[in-house]
C-alpha cells in the first residue's frame, strides 16, 4: 500500500480505495496487532478508547502524521471484533467520541462502537460469476428488492444473513429473479430509517450477523447465478452525535452553511463539493465491490444530488454533479461489469449517458414517471380510463432518451398510497385480475424490471419494517395463483430474447395499436435477433370472443401467457390453439397480417410468433 499516493488522492477527491489505510487495520509493526488511522484536520488531540484499554481516554493517544489531517497509532495485542471509538479533542477543548468512518463492522444498536474486523480473511468461490458478469443491457433483469429485516422472522427476530442465504436465496432463484436488491445494509442507528440514513459507510450492518456471513450470502447467490445489488445513500447522513455530524468539532462531512447541512430527512447533507468527503464515499462504494463482490449500486434521491435541495428552482449543484459523475466514472473504469443505478425522479437529461459525452454515467435510470402514470391509470374506473389512455402509451414517447429501469418499489407500498394491488380499482376478483395485467404488461415494456418483496404474493397491507410479509396469504387461492403466475411472468421473460435482448435499441419495440382509447385495447411488438413477441391489454370489463390483431408476420403465432388463465384464478377464455396469421383485407406494408383471438375482460396476453418456414423475424 502507497500511503503517499492514497493520501495525496484523498485530498484531490480522486481516492478509490480509503479504506486500505484509514480505519482500523491489523499489522506486524514489532508484535501483531492493529493500526488506527483517522481523518480529524480540526482536532486539538485524538486517542483509540475500546473495550482493550477499558476505555481509558489517555492510553493510546494517536500521533499527527506528516500527511495533513491524519491521526494514526499502532495498538499491540488488538483483537478482532474488539470494540472501539475515537476520543477527539475539538479546538475549543471540549471532547467527543465518536465511532470510525471507516469502521468495517459495528455494535448493534443501540450500542454505537465500532468493531474490529479484518475483510482479507473472507473466502470466495465466485471467479467464473465475476469472469462472466456484465452490466445486462441486452439480458434480462428482474431484480426482488428486500429489506432484510422484514421479509422472514424466526420467532420474534428477523432472518440473519446466513438464514437468508438458506432461505431468500432458493425463494428467489425458484421464482425466476435474476437480482437481490437490499435496501441499505450499511450501519445505520434507526429502524424506521430502513437503512436510508447511514452511521457507517463501510460497516455492514450488524442486526443480521456478521461481515463474512454477509459475503457467504453474496457468495452463495453467485454460486447459484443470482445478483447482488446494494443501496447507497450518498445526499445525506444521520446526526446522531457518535457519527460524521462536527466530527472533529467542526464541519468536516457536512456544509459548513445551515440551510445546506440540514436535509430534509432530518439528517445533514454531505458536502460534495469536499474532495476529501468525495473520496471517501467513492471509497465506499468501491469497497462493497471490492470486500463483497457486489454486483450493482442503486443511488438514493438522485434528484437531491443533482439540484440543491432537490429543488429545481435553486438550480443544480455543480459540486454535487462533478462527485456523481467522478463515482460513475471511477466505479466503472475499476468495475466495468457493475451496475450503477439512479433512483432519480428529475427530468435531469443524460442520467445514463457516458461521463465522457457529458452525462451523468448511470447504468440505469428508475423511470419513475412510467410508474407513476401507470399506477394511477390503473387506479381509475375503467368506465373513464377512455380519458387516461396516453398514460400507458407516453413511456415510449421519451423511452429513448436514458437507459430505464421500471420500478415498482417499496416507495409504492407505504405511507398510505396502498400497496400495488389494493390501488387496482374494483372488487377482490377485479384487483387480481388487473394486477395481473398490470405485471404482464410491465415485463412486456422495454426496460429492466424491479419489484419490492411482498408484490409477489399480491399483498395488501402496507411494509411495515417491524412485520414479516403476511405468508399467510399463500393459504388463499388468488394469492397462491397469483405468486404462480408471478413466477411463470418470470422465467417466461428469461426464456424469451424479445423481451429483453433490444431493451435499449428502437428496432426491438413497435406499436401494433396505441390508440384504441374507446376499447381501452393497447397492443404492441417486442423483437429480437430470432424472435417476436405481441403483447394485447384489454383494460375493461368488457370481453371480446373474436378480435382482429395486425402482426407483422404470416405463420403461426402460439400464445404463451393469459392473465385470465384459470391456473391463475381467471375466468379461463384463453386461446389454447396456435392461431394462423391470414392477410389483411386493408393494405399495410408494415403489419400485413391478422390473427383473430378470444380477448377476456381485463386479460394481457403474450403471443410468440413460430416460423413456419426459414426466415427470421424482422424487427
Same mark, same amino acid.
Given at each position: 500500500?502507497?500511503?503517499?499516493?492514497?493520501?495525496?488522492?484523498?485530498?484531490?477527491?480522486?481516492?478509490?480505495?480509503?479504506?486500505?489505510?484509514?480505519?482500523?487495520?491489523?499489522?506486524?509493526?514489532?508484535?501483531?496487532?492493529?493500526?488506527?488511522?483517522?481523518? !480529524?484536520?480540526?482536532?486539538?488531540?485524538?486517542?483509540?478508547?475500546?473495550?482493550?484499554?477499558?476505555?481509558?481516554?489517555? !492510553?493510546?493517544?494517536?500521533?499527527?502524521?506528516?500527511?495533513?489531517?491524519?491521526?494514526?497509532?499502532?495498538?499491540?495485542?488488538? *483483537?478482532?471484533?474488539?470494540?472501539?471509538?475515537?476520543?477527539?479533542?475539538?479546538? =475549543?477543548?471540549?471532547?467527543?467520541?465518536?465511532?470510525?468512518?471507516?469502521?468495517?463492522?459495528?455494535?448493534?444498536?443501540?450500542?454505537?462502537?465500532?468493531?474490529? %474486523?479484518?475483510?482479507?480473511?473472507?473466502?470466495?468461490?465466485?471467479?467464473?460469476?465475476?469472469?462472466?458478469?456484465?452490466?445486462?443491457?441486452?439480458?434480462?433483469?428482474?431484480? %426482488?428488492?428486500? %429489506?432484510?429485516?422484514?421479509?422472514?422472522?424466526?420467532?420474534?427476530?428477523?432472518?440473519?444473513?446466513?438464514?437468508?442465504?438458506?432461505?431468500?436465496?432458493?425463494?428467489?432463484?425458484?421464482?425466476?429473479?435474476?437480482?437481490?436488491? /437490499?435496501?441499505?445494509?450499511?450501519?445505520?442507528?434507526?429502524?424506521?430509517?430502513?437503512?436510508?440514513?447511514?452511521?457507517?459507510?463501510?460497516?455492514?450492518?450488524?442486526?443480521?450477523?456478521?461481515p463474512t456471513e454477509f459475503a457467504s450470502f453474496v457468495n452463495a447467490c453467485?454460486?447459484?447465478?443470482?445478483?447482488?445489488?446494494?443501496?447507497?445513500?450518498?445526499?445525506?447522513?444521520?446526526?446522531?452525535?457518535?457519527?460524521?455530524?462536527?466530527?472533529?468539532?467542526?464541519?468536516?462531512?457536512?456544509?459548513?452553511?445551515?440551510?445546506?447541512?440540514?436535509?430534509?430527512?432530518?439528517?445533514?447533507?454531505?458536502?460534495?463539493? #469536499?474532495?476529501?468527503?468525495?473520496?471517501?464515499?467513492?471509497?465506499?462504494?468501491?469497497?462493497?465491490?471490492?470486500?463483497?463482490?457486489?454486483?450493482?449500486?442503486?443511488?438514493?434521491?438522485?434528484?437531491?444530488?443533482?439540484?440543491?435541495?432537490?429543488?429545481? #428552482?435553486?438550480?443544480?449543484?455543480?459540486?454535487?454533479? #462533478?462527485?456523481?459523475?467522478?463515482?460513475?466514472?471511477?466505479?466503472?473504469?475499476?468495475?466495468?461489469?457493475?451496475?450503477?443505478?439512479?433512483?432519480?425522479?428529475?427530468?435531469?437529461?443524460?442520467?445514463?449517458?457516458?461521463?465522457?459525452?457529458?452525462?451523468?454515467?448511470?447504468?440505469?435510470?428508475?423511470?419513475?414517471?412510467?410508474?407513476?402514470?401507470?399506477? =394511477?391509470?390503473?387506479?381509475?374506473?375503467?368506465?373513464?380510463?377512455y380519458y387516461e389512455h396516453s398514460k400507458l402509451t407516453f413511456s415510449m414517447?421519451?423511452?429513448?432518451?436514458?437507459?430505464?429501469? /421500471?420500478?415498482?418499489?417499496?416507495?409504492?407500498?407505504?405511507?398510505?398510497?396502498?400497496?400495488?394491488?389494493?390501488?387496482?380499482?374494483?372488487?377482490?376478483? *377485479?384487483?387480481?385480475?388487473?394486477?395481473?395485467?398490470?405485471?404482464?404488461?410491465?415485463? !412486456?415494456? @422495454?426496460?429492466?424490471?424491479? #419489484?419490492?418483496?411482498?408484490?409477489?404474493?399480491?399483498?395488501?397491507?402496507?411494509?411495515?419494517?417491524?412485520?414479516?410479509?403476511?405468508?399467510?396469504?399463500?393459504?388463499?387461492?388468488?394469492?397462491?395463483?397469483?405468486?404462480?403466475?408471478?413466477?411463470?411472468?418470470?422465467?417466461?421473460?428469461?426464456?424469451?430474447?424479445?423481451?429483453?435482448?433490444?431493451?435499449?435499441?428502437?428496432?426491438?419495440?413497435?406499436?401494433?395499436?396505441?390508440?384504441?382509447?374507446?376499447?381501452?385495447?393497447?397492443?404492441?411488438?417486442?423483437?429480437?435477433?430470432?424472435?417476436?413477441?405481441?403483447?394485447?391489454?384489454?383494460?375493461?370489463?368488457?370481453?371480446?370472443?373474436?378480435?382482429?390483431?395486425?402482426?407483422?408476420?404470416?405463420?403461426?403465432?402460439?400464445?404463451?401467457?393469459?392473465?385470465?388463465?384459470?391456473? %391463475?384464478?381467471?375466468?379461463?377464455?384463453?386461446?389454447?390453439?396456435?392461431?394462423?396469421?391470414?392477410?389483411?383485407?386493408?393494405?399495410?406494408?408494415?403489419?400485413?397480417? *391478422?390473427?383473430?383471438?378470444?380477448?377476456? @375482460?381485463?386479460?394481457?396476453?403474450?403471443?410468440?410468433?413460430?416460423?413456419?418456414?426459414?426466415?427470421?423475424? *424482422?424487427?
Amino acid at each position: 500500500m502507497d500511503r503517499t499516493r492514497i493520501i495525496e488522492d484523498f485530498h484531490e477527491g480522486h481516492c478509490c480505495n480509503a479504506y486500505e489505510m484509514f480505519g482500523a487495520h491489523f499489522s506486524f509493526e514489532g508484535g501483531e496487532g492493529v493500526r488506527f488511522t483517522v481523518y !480529524a484536520p480540526h482536532a486539538r488531540s485524538v486517542s483509540v478508547i475500546g473495550g482493550f484499554n477499558h476505555w481509558d481516554n489517555n !492510553a493510546n493517544p494517536m500521533q499527527r502524521t506528516e500527511y495533513d489531517g491524519v491521526w494514526s497509532v499502532f495498538i499491540k495485542g488488538v *483483537q478482532e471484533w474488539e470494540t472501539y471509538k475515537y476520543h477527539i479533542e475539538d479546538k =475549543k477543548g471540549s471532547f467527543l467520541d465518536k465511532a470510525d468512518p471507516y469502521a468495517f463492522y459495528s455494535e448493534t444498536r443501540p450500542q454505537t462502537a465500532s468493531k474490529v %474486523y479484518n475483510p482479507h480473511d473472507i473466502h470466495w468461490t465466485d471467479r467464473k460469476w465475476m469472469e462472466q458478469r456484465t452490466r445486462c443491457y441486452d439480458k434480462p433483469v428482474s431484480i %426482488y428488492e428486500v %429489506y432484510a429485516g422484514g421479509w422472514k422472522h424466526n420467532g420474534e427476530y428477523p432472518y440473519t444473513y446466513g438464514m437468508m442465504e438458506e432461505n431468500l436465496l432458493p425463494y428467489v432463484k425458484e421464482h425466476g429473479f435474476t437480482h437481490i436488491e /437490499m435496501m441499505p445494509l450499511n450501519e445505520y442507528p434507526f429502524d424506521g430509517s430502513w437503512g436510508y440514513q447511514a452511521s457507517g459507510y463501510f460497516s455492514v450492518t450488524s442486526r443480521y450477523g456478521n461481515p463474512t456471513e454477509f459475503a457467504s450470502f453474496v457468495n452463495a447467490c453467485h454460486r447459484e447465478g443470482i445478483g447482488v445489488i446494494m443501496d447507497m445513500v450518498p445526499v445525506h447522513f444521520v446526526k446522531d452525535a457518535f457519527g460524521l455530524r462536527y466530527f472533529d468539532g467542526e464541519p468536516l462531512y457536512e456544509y459548513t452553511k445551515k440551510e445546506d447541512a440540514e436535509s430534509q430527512w432530518g439528517t445533514m447533507n454531505f458536502d460534495l463539493w #469536499n474532495e476529501e468527503v468525495r473520496s471517501f464515499l467513492i471509497s465506499a462504494a468501491m469497497f462493497w465491490c471490492d470486500v463483497y463482490h457486489i454486483d450493482g449500486i442503486r443511488i438514493d434521491a438522485v434528484s437531491n444530488l443533482i439540484y440543491w435541495g432537490g429543488n429545481k #428552482n435553486r438550480g443544480t449543484n455543480e459540486g454535487s454533479l #462533478n462527485f456523481i459523475k467522478r463515482l460513475n466514472w471511477y466505479i466503472h473504469r475499476e468495475y466495468p461489469s457493475v451496475m450503477m443505478i439512479a433512483e432519480d425522479s428529475s427530468d435531469f437529461p443524460k442520467v445514463t449517458a457516458s461521463t465522457l459525452d457529458g452525462g451523468l454515467g448511470f447504468d440505469y435510470k428508475w423511470d419513475l414517471g412510467w410508474m407513476n402514470d401507470t399506477l =394511477k391509470y390503473y387506479e381509475k374506473d375503467p368506465i373513464y380510463r377512455y380519458y387516461e389512455h396516453s398514460k400507458l402509451t407516453f413511456s415510449m414517447a421519451y423511452y429513448y432518451s436514458d437507459r430505464f429501469l /421500471m420500478p415498482l418499489s417499496h416507495d409504492e407500498n407505504v405511507h398510505g398510497k396502498k400497496t400495488v394491488i389494493d390501488r387496482m380499482w374494483g372488487s377482490y376478483e *377485479q384487483k387480481f385480475s388487473q394486477v395481473r395485467n398490470l405485471y404482464a404488461y410491465m415485463f !412486456a415494456h @422495454p426496460g429492466k424490471k424491479l #419489484n419490492f418483496m411482498g408484490n409477489e404474493i399480491a399483498s395488501f397491507r402496507e411494509f411495515d419494517e417491524k412485520k414479516e410479509l403476511d405468508w399467510f396469504l399463500l393459504k388463499y387461492p388468488m394469492h397462491d395463483s397469483f405468486l404462480r403466475f408471478f413466477s411463470d411472468l418470470n422465467h417466461l421473460y428469461q426464456k424469451h430474447s424479445a423481451l429483453y435482448e433490444r431493451d435499449y435499441a428502437a428496432h426491438g419495440f413497435r406499436w401494433v395499436d396505441a390508440d384504441n382509447a374507446k376499447q381501452s385495447v393497447y397492443s404492441f411488438l417486442r423483437f429480437s435477433d430470432d424472435e417476436t413477441l405481441l403483447c394485447i391489454m384489454n383494460n375493461t370489463g368488457t370481453d371480446y370472443p373474436v378480435y382482429d390483431i395486425p402482426v407483422n408476420k404470416a405463420g403461426r403465432w402460439e400464445e404463451i401467457l393469459n392473465t385470465e388463465d384459470g391456473i %391463475y384464478s381467471g375466468c379461463g377464455m384463453i386461446n389454447k390453439d396456435p392461431l394462423k396469421a391470414v392477410r389483411r383485407q386493408v393494405k399495410d406494408d408494415v403489419l400485413p397480417y *391478422q390473427i383473430t383471438i378470444h380477448l377476456a @375482460p381485463f386479460a394481457c396476453a403474450w403471443f410468440c410468433y413460430k416460423e413456419t418456414e426459414k426466415s427470421h423475424p *424482422q424487427g
